[in-house]
């Protein structure tokens, strides 16, 4: 059994995510989606509403655990027993940054390997980021995030603005 590990921020979770995810799954017997807590960022969600967010939108997708962690990546995968790291990327300005992160795990841990997908070509522009931008001015999020969260995206921009 191999599992893998998809780590992120997920501050929301987009569909590019969830392209990354529902693909991962298909590839590996167990899939942690996990949010690194950072103390570096400062996330419009907390980590338990996203993971509560995580947990509606891949509820159907029977190997993936929602989970949490914090410090060293190899360390946690340790933990979870995970062999592969799954980068998902969207442009090459992402590979420059994973990359380096990749050779780093491999430095600290060679057991572990990085596997790098890239999202599908409809979600190649999408981030958090612009979602929550969007989000802000009122726009749409068909197309960008699942149905099922729209609502707690908006509501959360909304109050972050107060």
Not at 70 to 95: E, H, M, P
């Amino acid at each position: 059994m191999i599992t893998a590990i998809i780590p992120g921020s997920f501050d929301p979770v987009t569909y590019g995510h969830l392209d990354v995810i529902k693909r991962t799954s298909k590839i590996f017997d167990k899939v942690y989606v996990s949010i690194l807590k950072n103390g570096h960022k400062s996330p419009l969600f907390t980590v338990e509403e996203r993971m509560e967010l995580l947990r509606r939108v891949t509820k159907d997708i029977p190997n993936v655990v929602v989970d949490s962690f914090s410090g060293l990546l190899v360390n946690y995968a340790k933990q979870v027993n995970a062999r592969v790291i799954v980068k998902g990327l969207r442009a090459v300005s992402d590979f420059e940054y994973e990359f380096q992160m990749a050779l780093t795990n491999t430095k600290l841990d060679p057991d572990i390997e990085t596997f790098f997908m890239t999202t599908s070509s409809q979600y190649s522009f999408l981030s958090s980021s612009i979602v929550k931008e969007v989000a802000a001015f009122g726009g749409s999020l068909v197309g960008l995030v699942p149905e099922e969260i729209m609502d707690d995206i908006y509501k959360k921009v909304q109050s972050s603005k107060k």
